[in-house]
């Protein structure tokens, strides 16, 4: 609900796809600067204290989304600074969220885990656009945002209540910088979790990074306002749970990461195929296969990176995996939005072309990248 207000508010106060791409930027750009530092907190502290703590910043923050609001003080660069305020401690909290999933359950479950766990995230993209198209059509932006605020009340309680098993052993401190270093040199030097995350940052920074630009599409390509960015948002969690569905399904012996390698390049392709419509039911369906696409993509692979990274570096892995998948999409929809500003202060039509040339370069690219992704599949996973 947030990430559908915060949206639609930049779009609203601009009228601008380069300052929907900058708001976006603002939020996911702090993950690439802040979040491989977090990491390595991520590997050294009591996690749940650690979650609870960034849980209560979340909430303030949210609740100054409210409050800057309530009283009129929101601006597009007063929106900016919230945003980096969130992103910053999105990026505290990414490389927890997929770490406490290895903790929570025995490794022959991991798997199963952790595309349920994406579902569930999925779902919230199905139900809380859906929400937050009401509120913002009925009650305004800054009744979202307090609604939302107060939802971490019940994410508070529930960490209250996880119970962790004994920390692995770590591996000796180096001091933060060593650690940092040494997280990225395990990365760079595993060959199947760096091809994993330039297949996954291909796509996330083209297909996922149009998803971020659904309020300029759902009001300058198909004007449908907020309702119609309701209904697009909604699309896109619909396709991520089904894409989560199949991939649970799918079973072991490498078929999520062959899924994952084919689910990126069909990203890129309905990519270009959402910029060839102005049709809004057609784009509401391209839309639904481009979240279907692009999550094959990610859970896929996340699939495999959690399997495969040894567990004495697995919050500073997670937290460069975070990069990619969270903070790319920023970048890509910047892009495009930049683009079409360029082109012609972000008309629907140069917004379509802009799409369709990202769609086709992200084909390109994750094709010629699906044979170092189906041979990282078939790498010896590591002992947890």
């Known amino acids: 609900m947030q990430r559908l207000g915060i949206g639609w508010l930049s779009w609203d106060l601009t009228h601008s796809a380069i300052w929907v791409g900058i708001v976006s930027m603002a939020q996911f750009m702090p993950m690439i600067v802040f979040g491989p530092l977090f990491g390595v907190l991520a590997d050294k502290l009591d996690r749940k204290r650690y979650a609870i703590v960034v849980q209560c910043i979340q909430m303030i923050i949210a609740g100054l989304l409210w409050l800057a609001c309530a009283v009129g003080w929101m601006n597009p660069w007063v929106l900016v600074v919230l945003c980096v305020a969130i992103g910053i401690s999105s990026a505290a909290y990414q490389p927890l969220r997929l770490s406490l999933v290895n903790d ?197 692979m996340q699939v495999e990176l959690q399997s495969t990274v040894d567990n004495r570096f697995r919050g500073r892995v997670v937290s460069l995996w975070g990069v990619v998948t969270m903070a790319m999409p920023s970048l890509g929809s910047t892009l495009m939005g930049w683009l079409a500003h360029w082109r012609g202060a972000g008309s629907a039509g140069d917004l379509s072309h802009v799409t369709v040339a990202c769609g086709v370069a992200s084909a390109l690219l994750a094709w010629a990248s699906t044979g170092r992704i189906r041979r990282a599949a078939a790498s010896a996973r590591v002992p947890s």
């Open 104 to 300: 929570l359950v025995p490794r022959e479950l991991l798997q199963k885990a952790i595309t349920i766990n994406s579902v569930l995230f999925n779902s919230s993209r199905f139900i809380g656009p859906a929400l937050g198209g009401v509120t913002i059509a009925t009650l305004g932006v800054s009744a979202t945002f307090a609604i939302n605020a107060v939802t971490y009340l019940a994410i508070l309680w529930s960490l209250t209540q996880v119970v962790l098993p004994p920390r692995a052993e770590s591996s000796p401190s180096r001091g933060f910088a060593g650690d940092l270093g040494e997280g990225v040199r395990y990365v760079m030097h595993t060959p199947a979790i760096l091809q994993l995350m330039l297949v996954a940052g291909i796509t996330s920074f083209f297909a996922r990074g149009a998803i971020e630009l659904m309020p300029a599409f759902a009001d300058a390509v198909f004007a449908r306002g907020s309702t119609g960015l309701a209904t697009l948002t909604t699309a896109a969690g619909a396709g991520a749970i089904l894409a989560g569905l199949l991939l649970s399904r799918a079973g072991s012996g490498g078929r999520e990461a062959w899924l994952a390698a084919y689910g990126s390049v069909a990203a890129g392709l309905v990519l270009a195929l959402l910029g060839l419509t102005d049709q809004f039911a057609f784009g509401v369906a391209i839309v639904a296969l481009l979240a279907f696409s692009t999550t094959l993509c990610t859970i896929g």
